[in-house]
């Protein structure tokens, strides 16, 4: 794994919505049960799906999602067009650009474009993809943060704590640990031939083989030395508590 030092450079002048869904899916079928979103500046928006098969879910879904919606009939349960109309009333259409965040965000974005038909039928102002804050801990070398404590499995809970999440990933700067061992993934350690000792490995011709490293080879001398070399940087990775928990 590599890790990029590059600053992440967040825009300023975008509306940020955290976003969260609960679903049913059963490899073929994502079926909405419920949305949560949180916008940056503290509006939310909240709703049931009252057309979702709620007695096709599974066990687990019933256990840990169902338990968690509000009685039925509420404010809250809407059909699917509802729920649209309501989404793009909720995600204003302004002078910023829209933001979407998610935790894991592939099914709960998928979900959300089929409120209305296709990806491509979105308000024009949506973009058309969403960012996921997984993705981002892991460029910034996955710090430890807080885990959600209650409500999880409520989209609307869900979406506070994605909000947390992104502020608290904004805020993090790299222990001064941390980010030696960044710079260091950055410009990588070359090792020493095997075959000839030398330091330089893009300049090392191997006795094995006998044969000059090539471009797609250029930091060793064949695909033989190649993989023994990466076997030893993953060894010592592995022995390392500090590349363990970065990587």
Not at 137 to 148: A, N, V
Not at 193 to 219: L, Q
Request: hydrophobic share 40%; glycine share 4%.
């Amino acid at each position: 794994m590599t890790l990029s030092t590059q600053r992440i450079d967040y825009r300023d002048n975008v509306t940020r919505y955290f976003l969260d869904t609960e679903f049913y899916e059963d490899g073929a079928t994502i079926d909405l049960i419920s949305i949560g979103v949180v916008a940056d500046d503290g509006r939310e928006f909240y709703a049931v799906n009252q057309e979702a098969r709620l007695d096709r879910v599974s066990d687990w879904v019933r256990q840990h999602v169902l338990v968690h919606l509000p009685p039925y009939k509420g404010p809250w349960w809407m059909t699917r067009k509802a729920i649209m109309f309501g989404l793009t009333a909720f995600v204003r259409e302004d002078a910023k650009p829209v933001e979407f965040w998610g935790y894991y965000a592939d099914y709960d974005w998928i979900v959300l474009c089929q409120l209305f038909g296709t990806m491509m039928s979105l308000p024009k102002h949506f973009p058309q993809y969403c960012l996921d804050l997984q993705q981002l801990s892991y460029m910034l070398g996955s710090p430890r943060h807080e885990k959600q404590k209650t409500g999880e499995h409520n989209s609307l809970e869900d979406a506070r704590w994605h909000r947390d999440l992104f502020e608290t990933l904004r805020a993090h700067r790299p222990t001064v640990e941390e980010a030696t061992l960044l710079a260091a993934v950055a410009e990588p350690f070359v090792p020493p031939c095997d075959c000839c000792e030398r330091a330089a490995v893009a300049e090392c011709v191997c006795v094995r083989c006998s044969s000059e490293p090539t471009a797609v080879e250029r930091f060793h001398a064949c695909a033989t030395h190649r993989h023994e070399v990466l076997d030893k940087h993953r060894q010592i990775r592995q022995r390392d508590p500090v590349w363990r928990r970065l990587f």
